[in-house]
T-cell receptor
Framework: EAGVAQSPRYKIIEKRQSVAFWCNPISGHATLYWYQQILGQGPKLLIQ????????DSQLPKDRFSAERLKGVDSTLKIQPAKLEDSAVYLCASSAGLAEGPQYFGPGTRLLVL | QKEVEQNSGPLSVPEGAIASLNCTYSDRGSQSFFWYRQYSGKSPELIMS????GDKEDGRFTAQLNKASQYVSLLIRDSQPSDSATYLCAVGGSGNTPLVFGKGTRLSVIA
């Protein structure tokens, strides 16, 4: 079974530029998550989708971050404009849809904002 | 604010010893508990899940849950240098409540 796919793996941009990340979850997984992980900290949830609907986006900085999951499969996360403090690893995870079930992570996208 | 607390470490143990990693959580309604291993520069990898009080064993790993004390732990027997990583505790509630992650404990197994 293929795991969670993410691209790109690395991205370097200058502040105020825009960037987009892509995620393809495990086949059949209804729930998709985007996390931000800063060095030395645990993952912080940005947004959770159930199929193509948003379940929780309370920690998403909506003035600069946006995410969508059209057709309930792939998802994109966009940052516009980027700030220096957005430098982090952006992790996508998916789960089968059971609220208490485990999540499986993709390899992540490492973003550096200069 | 739901919180998950872990000692950041580093926790150093000699090869072959038992490593004990601990986690406490604030939400009494929590239903699901997970341990993830994260190697430097890699993404978290699920190693254990536990949902009811008591112990759950999988190979060299044992997860222990005590809901009354709001405490979950991970024991690693016969620790190997390849176990050196950061271990993340994640706690889930009911319904669609998302997982809350601790900051992780860095484990170093010394050969």
């Amino acid at each position: 079974e293929a795991g969670v796919a993410q691209s790109p793996r690395y991205k370097i941009i200058e502040k105020r530029q825009s960037v987009a990340f892509w995620c393809n979850p495990i086949s059949g997984h209804a729930t998709l998550y985007w996390y931000q992980q800063i060095l030395g900290q645990g993952p912080k949830l940005l947004i959770q989708f159930q199929n193509n609907g948003v379940v929780d986006d309370s920690q998403l900085p909506k003035d600069r971050f946006s995410a969508e999951r059209l057709k309930g499969v792939d998802s994109t996360l966009k940052i516009q404009p980027a700030k220096l403090e957005d430098s982090a690893v952006y992790l996508c995870a998916s789960s089968a849809g059971l609220a208490e079930g485990p999540q499986y992570f993709g390899p992540g996208t490492r973003l550096l904002v200069l | 604010q739901k919180e998950v607390e872990q000692n950041s470490g580093p926790l150093s143990v000699p090869e072959g010893a038992i490593a004990s990693l601990n986690c406490t959580y604030s939400d009494r309604g929590s239903q699901s508990f997970f341990w993830y291993r994260q190697y430097s520069g890699k993404s978290p990898e699920l190693i254990m899940s536990i949902y009811s009080n008591g112990d759950k064993e999988d190979g060299r790993f044992t997860a222990q849950l005590n809901k009354a004390s709001q405490y979950v732990s991970l024991l690693i027997r016969d620790s190997q240098p390849s176990d050196s990583a950061t271990y993340l505790c994640a706690v889930g509630g009911s319904g669609n409540t998302p997982l809350v992650f601790g900051k992780g404990t860095r484990l170093s197994v010394i050969a």
